[in-house]
Nanobody
Framework: QVQLVESGGGLVQPGGSLRLSCAAS????????MGWYRQAPGKQRELVAT???????NYADSVKGRFTISRDVAKNWLYLQMNSLKPEDTAVYYC????????????????WGQGTQVTVPS
């Protein structure tokens, strides 16, 4: 089993920046992909960014050029640098991990953290 703990959320003004972190522990040898998803009130959980063991990265169109996903393999940490934040970025951000190397849907991620709240007031 994989345990994931997100941190780094908070309240930030529009145009500001935040860096989210996700610590992975447990059966980390089984992880082939990780990512960031977010869920706003009343909306479905949506993709933000994913990264595979081989380093392939995918971003949602809404965050391209503003957000950067990265990882520290040695320390089993995943990060999300968020710049130029907008009110529509307000959501709970989740860090999932999965065994598949090709991510086609949210269902490819079996392990999820508890989430961290990001709030960007309008």
């Amino acid at each position: 089993q994989v345990q994931l703990v997100e941190s780094g959320g908070g309240l930030v003004q529009p145009g500001g920046s935040l860096r989210l972190s996700c610590a992975a522990s447990g059966s980390i040898f089984s992880i082939n992909a990780m990512g960031w998803y977010r869920q706003a009130p009343g909306k479905q959980r949506e993709l933000v960014a994913t990264i595979t063991r081989g380093g392939s990265i995918n971003y949602a169109d809404s965050v391209k050029g503003r957000f950067t996903i990265s990882r520290d393999v040695a320390k089993n940490w995943l990060y999300l640098q968020m710049n130029s934040l907008k009110p529509e970025d307000t959501a709970v951000y989740y860090c999932p991990a999965g065994r598949t190397q090709i991510i086609t849907s949210i269902h490819d991620f079996a392990s999820w953290g508890q989430g961290t709240q990001v709030t960007v007031p309008s």
